[in-house]
């Protein structure tokens, strides 16, 4: 398995509330992911990073930030969050973003917002 | 925009049957296939994938993937399932903006 932890791996917080998600890799790859997985959804990308301090949205970005200030941590942040958050949420890595990039995936982090 | 559909949501089995699970995408164009497994409580792992070559792809725990590129499919197969195989499996395409898109996912059970 890749080298990839996540914390918390559950939480459990109010609306309103800001919350931060921690993605570490030991892997050294340049990229990194965050998705969320929504029954009848599949997984869906919010942020990626290609490298420190380079980052950009994905297809569910809406209500979140991320930072990556060093190659190893790429960081999910909630300012507020909402129900509709209420998800899981996986961190993946990969060393390249080319024709054979594979991802390989965190162990993932349970969300509930009350 | 480039989509994935997986036909299939849920499938019951019984152990030693066959199993095939649908995928089908949008995309036109050149493209790298996953199928990706998530086994209960665990995190998703790869179980194969496609990028060029050999049509039928081989992935670990006795799965293959065949892509046929005029159905736009990559059907996951496995000939004899086990209860082991009870998970949940998703099925990826690489769009041409180098991102992953995931299908709905389908939750197998396999009855012992």
């Known amino acids: 398995d890749a080298g990839i932890t996540q914390s918390p791996r559950h939480k459990v917080t109010e609306t309103g509330t800001p919350v931060t998600l921690r993605c570490h890799q030991t892997?050294?790859?340049?990229?990194m992911y965050w998705y969320r997985q929504d029954p009848g959804h599949g997984l869906r990308l919010i942020h990626y990073?290609?490298?420190?301090?380079?980052?950009d949205k994905g297809e569910v970005s809406d209500g979140y930030s991320v930072s990556r200030s060093k190659t190893e941590d790429f960081l999910l942040t909630l300012e507020s969050a909402t129900s509709s958050q209420t998800s899981v949420y996986f961190c993946?890595?990969?060393?390249?973003?080319?024709?054979?990039?594979?991802?390989?995936f965190g162990p993932g982090t349970r969300l509930t917002v009350l | 925009a480039q989509s994935v559909s997986q036909h299939n949501h849920h499938v019951i089995l019984s152990e030693a049957a066959s199993l095939e699970l649908g995928c089908n995408y949008s995309?036109?164009?050149?493209?790298?296939l996953f199928w990706y497994v998530q086994y209960p409580g665990q995190h998703l792992q790869l179980l194969l994938k496609?990028?060029?070559?050999?049509?039928l792809v081989k992935g670990i725990n006795g799965f293959e993937a065949e892509f046929i590129k005029s159905k736009f499919s990559f059907n996951l197969r496995k000939p004899s399932v086990q209860w082991s195989d009870t998970a949940e499996y998703f099925c990826?395409?690489?769009?041409?903006?180098?991102?992953?898109?995931f299908g709905q996912g389908t939750t197998l059970q396999v009855k012992p």
């Open positions: 993946a890595i990969s060393e390249r973003a080319g024709a054979t990039d594979t991802q390989y």
């Open positions: 892997e050294n790859h340049r990229y």
């Open positions: 990073s290609y490298g420190v301090k380079d980052t």
């Open positions: 995309y036109g164009g050149t493209v790298n």
């Open positions: 496609y990028f060029s070559g050999d049509p």
């Open positions: 990826a395409v690489r769009s041409n903006t180098g991102k992953l898109i």
